[in-house]
C-alpha cells in the first residue's frame, strides 16, 4: 500500500498534509459545511463555508447583520466593518482567525471607496497579510457597497 503525503507551503512554513486531504484513485477528498448563526444565513443555494482539506473556503460575505438579516448602514465604512465582522464569525465558528487567511478577494461598488476599505481591512489582517484580488463591480447583492469572500487555514 503506497503512502500518499503532500507538503503545502504557506508563506515560508511548510505544512504537512494529511492522507485525508489528498485525493487518491478510488475516492476525492470530502467536503463538509459550515453552518453557523455567527455570520449572515445564505440567501441563496450556497454555503456560508465549505471545509476541503485543512481550508476553509467562506462564500462571499455582504454588509447584513447577523440577527437581523439588514444592511448595517448606507454609508460605506460601516458596510465594510461588518462584512469583515461577518467573515470573523464564520473564521471563529471553524476555529480559524484572521491570522490564518491566505487569499481573500474584495469586490467594490465603487473604486473610489479604495483606499477606505484598505485603512478598515488592515485592521483585521497584519503582517503577513493573505493575498488579494480587489475589483470593481457593476453590481452587487442586495445593492450593497462591498463583498469580500476569504480562504483560510482551519
Not at 465558528?93 to 479604495?114: C, E, I, P, Q, W
Amino acid at each position: 500500500m503506497k503512502r500518499r503525503t503532500a507538503v503545502a507551503v504557506i508563506g515560508a512554513a511548510p505544512i504537512l498534509l494529511s492522507r485525508a486531504c489528498i485525493p487518491s484513485s478510488r475516492s476525492a477528498a470530502l467536503k463538509k459545511e459550515l453552518k453557523t448563526d455567527k455570520a449572515p444565513q445564505a440567501i441563496g443555494p450556497y454555503s456560508q463555508g465549505i471545509f476541503a482539506g485543512p481550508f476553509l473556503f467562506c462564500s462571499g460575505q455582504i454588509p447584513l447583520v447577523p440577527e437581523t438579516g439588514q444592511i448595517v448602514s448606507p454609508d460605506f465604512e460601516a458596510q465594510t466593518r461588518q462584512v469583515l465582522q461577518n467573515i470573523g464569525g464564520l473564521l471563529a465558528a471553524a476555529g480559524s482567525s484572521f491570522d490564518r487567511v491566505v487569499k481573500t478577494t474584495v469586490f467594490l461598488k465603487d473604486m473610489n471607496h479604495f483606499a477606505a476599505m484598505n485603512k478598515i481591512y488592515a485592521e483585521f489582517f497584519k503582517a503577513p497579510a493573505p493575498a488579494r484580488s480587489a475589483v470593481e463591480v457593476a453590481r452587487l447583492p442586495k445593492d450593497v457597497l462591498i463583498e469580500i469572500e476569504v480562504i483560510a487555514l482551519v
